[in-house]
């Protein structure tokens, strides 16, 4: 069974980090784009970040741009948001999503694997 799976989700307070991973079950990560994906209350899906097959490119959504940053470990079969200077609006529930076929998407409609997410809240 192909899976993926988030975890390092939790609270922080504003202006802290957090560290995402996503990890998969079944299948390996190396030959697959990966994206990073938040859904807040009452808002749609909202694609936030993603990472190429080799880890050499990655694409950010301009509300993330030099807060969070994407890497992966193809070894580990493991992709990871490395969160900071989290904010408020930054809260929700974070997705990683994976497919063999894209090249550094945002859309989540061009994933074809999705993990259950993990719960991010930024409160004081």
């Known amino acids: 069974q192909l899976q993926l799976v988030e975890s390092g989700g939790g609270l922080v307070q504003p202006g802290g980090s957090l560290r995402l991973s996503c990890a998969a079950s079944?299948?390996?990560?190396?030959?697959?784009?990966i994206g990073w994906f938040r859904q807040a209350p009452g808002k749609e899906r909202e694609g936030i970040s993603s990472i190429s097959e080799s880890g050499r490119s990655t694409k950010y959504a301009d509300s993330v741009k030099g807060r969070f940053t994407i890497s992966r470990d193809n070894a580990k079969n493991t992709v990871y948001l490395q969160m900071s200077s989290l904010k408020p609006e930054d809260t929700g529930v974070y997705y990683c999503a994976g497919d063999p076929s894209i090249y550094l998407s945002l859309v989540a409609s061009m994933y074809d694997y999705w993990g259950q997410g993990t719960q991010v809240t930024v409160s004081s």
């Open positions: 079944g299948f390996t990560l190396d030959g697959h784009t």
